[in-house]
């Protein structure tokens, strides 16, 4: 049986060694250890935010060791989860399908998304748990013509407790991450290495294959040797290990930035609601009820108790420009995301109006994103073989790297499909 690595266990990764095991004997080197939930009282952190020690948003890995931050060039702040189960681990547990951009350059993944949706149970039958002020809220984007929609989750609500922590890591484990995928390919002998930082492929120019992988183990180095590397280590990390690799990625990076809007609204409780509970599609953005945690406890606009804040998420599908790179992210807003951003920022206000929340009243969050993406995007002519020809033969990438534009949305069921197609590519060109 011939042998396939695969970089990262996140959304792509998972999938990848999920649908390989069995065709290849599969290892997954993951750079990050085994993912613990945030284990500290969100309240009495927020008790002490009042002292001042909370001085930059990069301190949450100290607390949350799983959860990296950092900023890029413009200080919005990058967030990327650096464990087993990658980003999944962090996120709302939202699954939509976003693959617009796939579709216009040939890319049809009907038969995945379907296969997706008979192995992962999905839930949209959750408003019974909905507060009122969020059913209120609910009902006042309907009568503004926002046309909302509960948003289809990867969370089982016999066993969610409604904590609103679904960012911090799901302590009861309602909400599916890719760690079930991990636990599915182990039993079937794949293998899995955490604390594996895979630092760059070395290249057989001749053969035009990756001959060996050197990777930081356990702060050994040390090398593996495949015939089939699948590379997922993110949208952040990806294009690291292909510039230290001597592969010329494009300055193409999106990241789905987020802004969230608040205002005092007693009692509301968003802290203890489903995350993203509903959502409305925009003109190149979308909005959701969220609880932004960042700018809770590190912006100091957000000085109320988490109970009394209402806060909407913008999620803005911005513009391809920027790059992950080893000295950091570059990254700045065009000027047509700063115009969406502000008619986005605009429709929040609208709908607080109509909740009789007073314009002075309303603060904003803190620039963040965590959707990272695009440095390698697919084209027209990579529609069948999903293999870009600036890499080696045996080695292919299952992440938003490859995505064509940002999707302003979640990517993970998207980011699943593709990988799950890319998986048969793989098993029919090596097997």
């Given at each position: 049986m011939k042998n396939a690595i695969v970089i990262g266990s996140g959304a792509g990764g998972a999938m990848m060694a999920k649908e390989l095991q069995g065709h290849f004997q599969v290892t997954i080197l993951e750079a990050g250890n085994a993912f613990k939930p945030f284990s500290f009282s969100v309240n009495n952190l927020g008790k002490l935010r009042k002292t001042g020690m909370f001085l930059d948003e990069r301190m949450i890995s100290f607390l949350f060791p799983s959860m990296r931050v950092q900023k890029a060039s413009s200080d919005m702040i990058m967030v990327h989860g650096e464990c087993t189960g990658g980003t999944t681990t962090l996120?709302?547990?939202?699954?939509?399908?976003?693959?617009?951009?796939?579709?216009?350059?040939?890319?049809?993944?009907?038969?995945?998304?379907?296969?997706?949706?008979?192995?992962?149970?999905?839930?949209?039958?959750?408003?019974?748990?909905?507060?009122?002020?969020?059913?209120?809220?609910?009902?006042?984007?309907?009568?503004?013509?926002?046309?909302?929609?509960?948003?289809?989750?990867?969370?089982d609500f016999k066993r969610c407790v409604r904590c609103g922590h679904c960012v911090l890591g799901c302590q009861t484990g309602a909400k599916w991450d890719s760690r079930q995928l991990l636990t599915e390919s182990i039993s079937k002998g794949a293998i899995l290495k955490t604390n594996c930082k895979v630092t760059k492929l070395g290249i057989d120019h001749n053969t035009n294959t990756v001959n060996t992988i050197y990777v930081k183990e356990h702060g050994k180095q040390i090398t593996y040797h495949a015939d089939l590397i699948v590379l997922a280590a993110g949208g952040f990390g990806t294009p690291i290990v292909l510039e230290n690799s001597g592969i010329e990625c494009e300055s193409s990076l999106f990241v789905d930035p987020v802004l969230c809007v608040a205002a005092p609204y007693s009692g509301v409780e968003t802290n203890h609601q489903i995350v993203m509970p509903f959502l409305m599609q925009r003109d190149g953005y979308m909005l959701s009820p969220y609880m932004d945690y960042l700018s809770y406890f590190f912006n100091k606009s957000w000085r109320f108790p988490s109970k009394n804040i209402l806060s909407m998420m913008i999620k803005l599908s911005d513009s391809s420009s920027g790059a992950s790179y080893n000295k950091g992210v570059e990254k700045e807003l065009t000027s047509k995301d700063q115009e969406r951003l502000k008619f986005a920022v605009s429709d929040c206000k609208t709908i607080f109006s109509k909740m009789d929340i007073k314009e002075e009243d309303i603060f904003l969050g803190t620039l963040n994103a965590g959707h990272p993406g695009g440095m390698l995007p697919l084209t027209t002519e990579e529609a069948e073989t999903f293999h870009n020809q600036r890499l080696p033969k045996n080695l292919y990438i299952a992440d938003a790297t490859i995505l064509p534009h940002s999707m302003g949305n979640p990517p993970i069921w998207t980011i699943m499909a593709l990988s799950k197609r890319i998986a048969k590519v793989c098993t029919e060109t090596f097997i």
């Open positions: 996120a709302t547990g939202s699954a939509l399908r976003c693959d617009e951009s796939l579709i216009n350059i040939g890319i049809h993944l009907d038969d995945e998304f379907e296969e997706l949706a008979q192995e992962i149970p999905l839930s949209t039958d959750h408003q019974q748990y909905w507060s009122t002020q969020i059913k209120e809220l609910f009902d006042v984007c309907k009568q503004l013509g926002f046309n909302p929609a509960p948003t289809t989750k990867l969370i």
